[in-house]
């Protein structure tokens, strides 16, 4: 299992279903996911296994956000 940090664009909690949506292709790769809004980088965490940062970042930015891994 590894945790994987994304400073990220989503600023705004309804982003979230979007998100969400993003991560459909690894269901079951990740185990659990959170963006700290407080942060003033968005960072987003995901932990798992089986995927690879690049996969992250390139489903966030296929639905218009940017994302890189911290």
């Known amino acids: 299992m590894k945790i994987l940090l994304f400073k990220t664009n989503i600023t705004k909690v309804t982003d979230k279903q979007k ?5 459909k292709e690894f269901q079951e790769k ?9 942060d003033e980088n968005f960072t ?21 956000f940017k994302c890189e891994e911290l």
């Open 30 to 38: 990740i185990f659990n996911w959170d963006i700290d809004f407080k």
């Open 44 to 64: 987003l965490r995901v932990v798992g296994s089986g995927f690879t940062p690049f996969q992250v970042i390139e489903a966030l930015q296929k639905a218009g």
């Open 19 to 23: 998100v969400e949506n993003c991560f």
